[in-house]
């Protein structure tokens, strides 16, 4: 009774350009009729599934299964069923993920599922990857969509035998009646498309032992295309007639071209064409380009060698002045008066006044650089007033209503193809690249490709923002913490898209005003800081820096105290309780989700931090020159504690014999894409806090590419890496980002076990990528 | 006219024979399989194989590979498209995640376990650390690498 013709067609991923494109639309010519569910996802909420709008669709009988963005699945007469993936797939394996929610509650065979790239629209709700939010917000209507579409399919079955849905089951593609009939969801797709999507009180969803997917590892969807070297990436696209582009932009922020002579660079060969850029306008850079100039060519080669040849001027703008040395001193300078109080709990001036012992420590941390792999790279083509794009983006809505505005065309003229994307930690959510693309492409008059070379991306980023902590604790004479105050000095995000002189409320939140410590008298207070470069975000944010300080500084309280610091960090946070923040003054956004379903729960937290101390075998004795440090903390909603050994030798060269991470993600829906999540985002927070550091000098950004802005390489990586998953039927929470926050303070954690130098400034090492061993002992 | 072999397909490029292999295998023959990570031999990227040695593309004109066999990742498959066995590797330790370095690095790791049937973790550090991956799966990479070993 199988129909299916797909269990010989391997899982196949349609990236967004367009050749694939049309290979897909061929591999559904001549499959029938059949159901395609639309579904509005709305002006999404927290994880509250959105209303399944839209009556489900026939799909037109020219079998063209490409029938529009609204569809999420459908489903062709041979039984074959396509997912429209509205995430962005950037190493998180999101594709299949979005596959398994779905999939599993649709109840259909793995290998007959057939994945598309969505584009960017509006319809589809919030398709910003970011914030760790693709499980999250959406694990509920995901599965809600699957399960409607599953129910629409056994009502059709029903339906055709005349019986009540009641009697019937559905499994793996197969609708069964009770006398032993079956039906395949292909065989009865045209006529579920004429059903009313049901409404969602009639739909149950399966419980936990009926999952099939979800909980269970299942291969990634794009590895048989990477590694054949196959997949499409944003810098990967080809469309016909196109020229590629490469920019000079301006040294300084909002910096102009003041002369410009390209004589040399049109003597380049294959340079076609010199553009002068449009330049931003207003104060705030928000997603606009930078200005500059664009070298356009037959090849990209050619447009780096015109490049090369530009003679230009540069006027040097409001921020020439910006020099990251003497900025620095004044955000420690800051950090050391009183700030704005964000977080008030008892009387910490009287209680550290009256401690026994009170000790005060100043962190700092430099302005990092994302760098993903694959630096920005965008292609668009202009047929009149509309523009296709094919991006690396990790927000097309975003690209989609921006390149809109700058061009003053209408949102639908502009339509944003998503390609893969080789990673983004926050640089591909700005679209700015995407807007320099549709802006060279109209005014060539012909489809452009800017490819970003790594340079550009170091020097023209938008950066981590840089900041200065100073922190104060008191002890009463048992050693326990009667008092802390946490400041904080950073350029805030919001300077990106208006006037701001001060970090945010949302910045505080990750890592400062959500401190979980059972401390009598605590305060966070935040200072003023204005920013003279792109303040964007990168992998968890605010947290890098905030739990650098405070995760650093538990571990000093602890030595202050003579007291183990995994011992003492679980005495710190306290009995098990949910914490109500709103007690100490804070609102606390809580990553955009409702507090009932993700409370604050410190037995979680302590949970993760015994964890992994058992997996690193704590209180063991390890080898001089060896130490082990450990850190936690909670966000994106998800608790993540780290422990990690190191090695330094006597010339202060640092390795990992073992890191080991424990991860209360709540329900996990893919487990080993948890554990690469959490690997990866430890080890870049670890490659930050070793080497990351991003200066400038007269406003431009000193750093160029990988010597100078160094990342941890496959010598310096760990040799032991393990992850535990803790088992939880909690909602799901984020992932690809909290696995970041711990590694930078229990590694510096680690570094004092190890040596008794205690560093308070990221980058960790210094010259030749070395501890400073001259400072062994000082603590 | 810069004359070569690619994947074993005899190619004619017409071309400044100083533009990078990186550029010619990329936009002239449409092998976009390797990639652009620096352009100055910093992240390995770019790997491809010259006469079965491995060499960064982005910094080797194509003048030097002039009648030449150079073998991109679409070459690494058997032509009935078998993997080879650093790719099943790759797929049993799931090794990629955003997929955009790792054509140079399984171009590396062919290379390393050509010369090196039974690589230590040392000389797979040494082989391996001119390739960045900044999604950072360094210890999936290193284990797929003693797996593809003792599949050889
Ligand atoms: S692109 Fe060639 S080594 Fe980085
Ligand atoms: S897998 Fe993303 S850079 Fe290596």
């Known amino acids: 009774m199988f129909m299916h013709l797909a269990q010989t067609a391997k899982p196949k991923i349609e990236t967004a350009n367009k050749p694939l494109l049309n290979l897909s639309r061929r591999g559904f010519v001549g499959a029938g009729t059949g159901l395609a569910l639309a579904v509005t996802l709305g002006a999404c909420s927290q994880n509250k599934p959105e209303t399944l709008a839209q009556a489900a669709a026939p799909i037109p009988d020219n079998s063209n299964i490409d029938i529009g963005p609204l569809v999420l699945i459908s489903i062709a007469a041979d039984g074959r069923t396509q997912i429209t993936n509205p995430r962005s797939e950037m190493g998180q394996q999101v594709i299949t993920t979005v596959a398994q929610m779905i999939a599993d509650e649709l109840d259909v065979p793995w290998d007959d599922l057939f994945i598309k790239q969505a584009v960017g629209d509006k319809k589809y709700g919030d398709q910003n990857t970011d914030g760790s939010t693709s499980v999250r917000n959406h694990f509920d209507r995901f599965r809600m969509a699957g399960a409607s579409m599953r129910q629409m399919l056994t009502q059709a079955a029903a339906n055709e035998w005349g019986v009540d849905i009641s009697e019937c089951t559905s499994e793996l593609g197969v609708i069964t009646h009770s006398s032993g009939k079956t039906l395949t969801y292909g065989d009865v797709s045209e006529a579920a498309g004429k059903l009313d999507v049901p409404a969602e009180d009639t739909v149950t969803l399966k419980t936990r032992s009926q999952w099939r997917y979800i909980g269970k590892d299942k291969p990634s969807y794009t590895i048989s295309d990477v590694i054949r070297g ?380 015994d964890k992994a101390a058992t997996m690193a075998k704590w209180g063991r004795d390890v080898p001089k020159g060896h130490g082990l440090g450990i850190a936690v903390h909670r966000s994106f909603l998800a608790y993540v504690a780290t422990a990690i050994e190191v090695a330094v030798d006597a010339d202060g060269n640092i390795s990992f014999p073992g890191i080991w991470s424990a991860v209360d993600a709540g329900t996990v829906v893919s487990p080993d894409n948890t554990k690469s999540q959490i690997e990866g985002g430890t080890l870049f927070g670890i490659s930050n806090a070793l080497y990351g550091e991003i200066t400038a000098t007269n406003g431009a950004v000193d750093q160029s590419n990988f010597p100078d802005w160094r990342v941890m390489r496959m010598a310096e990586a760990p040799h032991v890496f393990e992850t535990h998953i803790m088992e939880s039927e909690a909602p799901p929470a984020g992932v690809g980002e909290p696995g970041t926050p711990p590694a930078a303070p229990a590694l510096a954690n680690a570094i004092f076990a190890a040596t008794g130098q205690r560093l308070r400034a990221m980058p960790l090492l210094g010259q030749n990528d070395r501890l400073d061993m001259s400072k062994v002992g000082e603590g | 006219m810069v004359q070569l072999t690619v994947n074993g397909k005899a190619q004619k490029i017409d071309i400044d024979p100083e533009t990078p292999v990186l550029w010619v295998v990329r936009e002239q023959l449409g092998l976009v399989g390797t990639k652009f990570g620096c352009g100055a031999s910093l992240c390995g990227a770019c790997t491809v194989h010259i006469d079965g040695e491995p060499v960064r593309s982005c910094v080797t004109p194509l003048s030097e590979a002039e009648g030449k066999d150079v073998t991109t990742i679409e070459g ?77």
């Open chain 1, 230 to 609: 196959k997949g499409t990436f944003g810098i990967d696209v080809r469309v016909p007639d196109m020229l590629y582009a490469v920019i000079a932009r301006p040294p300084a922020l909002f910096g102009k071209v003041k002369s410009l002579d390209d004589t040399a660079a049109l003597a380049v060969p294959g340079v076609t064409q010199v553009v002068k850029m449009k330049e931003p306008e207003g104060e705030a850079p928000g997603f606009q380009q930078l200005g500059g100039v664009a070298v356009i060519a037959t090849d990209t080669w050619a447009a780096i060698q015109g490049r090369e040849a530009l003679k230009i001027e540069w006027d040097a703008g409001p921020h020439k002045n910006y020099n990251s040395k003497t900025y620095a001193q004044e955000l420690m300078a800051t950090a050391r008066q009183p700030g704005e109080n964000k977080f008030k709990r008892g009387d910490v001036t009287k209680a550290l006044s009256s401690a026994e012992t009170m000790i005060s420590a100043d962190y700092y941390a430099a302005h990092l650089s994302q760098s993903p792999m694959e630096p920005p790279a965008a292609t668009a083509q202009w047929t009149g007033d509309n523009v296709e794009i094919w991006a690396c983006t990790q927000n097309p809505q975003a690209a989609q209503s921006t390149v809109a505005q700058i061009c003053g065309v209408p949102d639908e003229n502009v339509t944003v193809h998503v390609t893969l994307l080789g990673g983004g930690f926050g640089r591909k959510s700005k679209p700015d690249f995407v807007v320099e693309a549709a802006l060279l492409a109209r005014e060539v008059g012909k489809p452009v490709k800017v490819t970003w070379t790594r340079e550009d991306d170091i020097k023209h980023g938008y950066f981590h923002s840089v900041s200065a902590q100073h922190m104060k604790g008191g002890l009463d004479k048992d050693g326990n913490v009667t008092a802390v105050l946490h400041r904080t000095v950073f350029p805030s995000i919001n300077s990106t898209f208006g006037p701001s002189d001060q970090g945010s409320d949302f910045e505080l939140s990750l890592g400062a005003t959500d401190n979980p410590w059972n401390v009598p008298n605590m305060a966070v207070e935040v200072g003023k800081a204005n920013s003279h470069i792109r303040i964007g975000w990168l992998r968890s944010v605010a947290n890098v820096y905030h739990v650098f300080a405070n995760q650093s500084f538990a571990a000093e309280l602890a030595h202050a105290a003579g007291k183990d610091p995994k011992a003492f960090l679980m005495d710190i946070i306290g009995p098990d309780r949910i914490i109500d923040f709103s007690k100490d003054g804070v609102t606390y956004p809580n990553y955009g989700a409702s507090l009932d379903e993700h409370p604050v729960d410190t037995k979680r937290l302590k949970a993760v931090l």
């Open chain 2, 76 to 152: 690494i498959a058997a032509p009935d498209g078998t993997l080879h066995a650093v790719q099943e590797a790759w797929i049993k330790h799931q090794v990629p995640q955003c997929g955009y370095c790792q054509s140079g690095q399984i171009m590396s790791a062919v290379a390393l376990l050509k010369e090196n049937a039974n690589p230590s973790d040392e000389d797979i550090d040494s082989a391996m650390s001119g390739n960045v991956c900044r999604c950072g799966m360094y210890t999936r990479i290193k284990a797929a690498i003693k797996t593809a070993a003792k599949g050889a």
